[in-house]
């Protein structure tokens, strides 16, 4: 029998779509969409593909990607992110196995890259010319990088003044069209979906399209082929517009499908306190959100109040039997610091805040010791300085004599 084409399906209601049809949301419902493969041919081919001699990358898995043709991919080399194990850290939070996927390792620095190269060979092979999406500044960072390596315009709207310097300034150099608008991101986010519905030359590319979460997916599968057929116990992941944590499950899930695992992992959302409506939603059993009218925390990457893929987030994590917990701007810095200082690895806020997380779950006795964990750290650092300067202040300014040093470093001895 031949395959059935990969296809766009509603979650809710089931409606589909055809895999080159440009739909964000579903026509019959409104709810959102995600693509289906045909896994009994996907496991057959996959038996008698040679994607395991390809290096770790998102497009070793490319029979689990939905490009139909190669010449449309455009590649900066995205995935293939080193998965470390952490046992410094680990020890200091109580844990014995605990892994970091590093994501900031990504060309453009966070794991948006991953649904960035598939999103946008989709706008290739879709024929678009103009791509768009809203940012709290890593997504648009992304995707004015891929959209300058595929040759098409690219138009960002981010919220003004909430967005990290290092983001912005790599959206400007790739030369997108960047608007600051007067609102938050989901101000921006409203904005933006409005005028691809309008002008339907502009090709959004939020994580409501469904191809970003596709690239995304590859998370897990590296995860797993890191941990050669190990699945974790645990995965923990920073929740802010909800895309990420629900591509990762899916991966999980096809990897399941096709026999290529034979357990899952429980799938842990964290957020910050001041936006916080999926694991609030969590937390007190609810089966919906309330957005956050005014999303405020030091993790401007995840300051989102009403998350688009909330719906596939909760699912996952209690399909999953995971859970979600809420972190305090200090706890997220705190354990920013731990992890640089532990184990030299230099996250920005919002991807710290899974390792807060993890140790207040711990701390709770939630989380039990001997769990394999793997903590996504989702974007690197250097994206945003600034945050490092004011909770860890400027570095002592000393005279340039050899005493002033001594003196400062505690070498004076008393003769
Ligand atoms: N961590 C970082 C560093 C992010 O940039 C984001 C999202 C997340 C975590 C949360 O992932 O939205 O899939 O739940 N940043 C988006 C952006 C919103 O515009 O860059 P999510």
Same mark, same amino acid.
């Given at each position: 029998m031949g395959e059935i084409t990969p296809f766009q399906s509603c979650i809710s209601c089931g409606a589909t779509y055809k895999? #080159?049809?440009? *739909?964000? =949301?579903?026509? %019959?419902?409104g709810d959102l969409l995600e693509i289906k493969y045909d896994y009994n041919f996907l496991r057959d081919k996959i038996t008698h593909?040679?994607?395991? $001699?390809?290096? &770790?990358? *998102?497009?070793?898995?490319r029979d689990f990607l @939905?490009?139909? #043709? @190669?010449?449309k991919v455009v590649s900066l080399n995205e995935g293939g992110t080193k998965l470390y194990h952490c046992s410094r850290l680990g020890a200091a939070l109580g844990i014995k196995n605990l892994y970091v996927k590093n994501e900031g390792d990504n060309p453009t620095g966070s794991f948006k890259d991953r649904g960035m190269t598939v999103g946008v060979s989709k706008a290739l092979e879709l024929n678009a010319k103009m791509v768009a999406c809203a940012s709290t500044g890593n997504t648009s960072a992304s995707l004015a990088a891929y959209a300058a390596r595929a040759g098409l315009s690219c138009i960002i709207l981010i919220p003004l003044g909430g967005v990290a310097y290092g983001k912005l300034a790599q959206a400007i150099i790739y030369g997108a069209k960047v608007m600051q608008v007067r609102g938050n991101f989901d101000h921006a986010l409203k904005m933006v979906v409005e005028i691809s519905e309008k002008h339907r030359e502009i090709y959004l590319l939020n994580s409501i399209n469904p191809f970003r979460l596709e690239g995304q997916k590859t998370i897990a599968y590296e995860i797993c082929d890191q941990l050669n057929g190990l699945v974790p116990d645990r995965v923990v992941v920073p929740v802010g517009n909800a895309g990420n944590i629900s591509a990762i499950w899916k991966g999980f899930l096809e990897f399941f499908k096709v026999g290529l695992i034979n357990k899952l992992p429980k799938m842990t959302g964290i957020q910050a306190a001041g936006a916080s409506p999926v694991a609030s939603a969590i937390k007190e059993g609810r089966d919906y959100i309330v957005p956050v009218e005014k999303p405020e925390t030091v993790a401007s990457a995840i300051r989102?109040? $009403? @998350?688009?893929s909330w719906k596939k987030a909760l699912g996952a994590i209690r399909d999953s039997g995971g859970t979600a917990e809420i972190v305090e701007d200090d706890e997220i810095l705190e354990a920013q610091k731990m992890l640089a200082k532990y184990e030299g690895i230099f996250v920005e806020p919002a991807s710290a805040s899974s390792i807060a997380g993890l140790k207040k779950l711990v701390d709770y006795g939630l989380i039990d010791k001997n769990e394999v964990v793997v903590c996504v750290? =989702?974007?690197?650092? &250097? %994206? #945003?300085p600034d945050a490092v300067v004011k909770s860890c202040g400027k570095p002592h300014e000393v005279d340039a004599r050899l005493e002033a040093i001594e003196n400062f470093l505690g070498l004076l001895s008393v003769r």
């Open positions: 895999i #080159d049809e440009i *739909v964000y =949301t579903c026509r %019959k419902c593909s040679d994607w395991r $001699s390809q290096p &770790l990358s *998102v497009w070793r898995y @939905p490009i139909r #043709d @190669p010449s989102i109040g $009403s @998350p688009i750290a =989702t974007g690197h650092g &250097l %994206k #945003d």
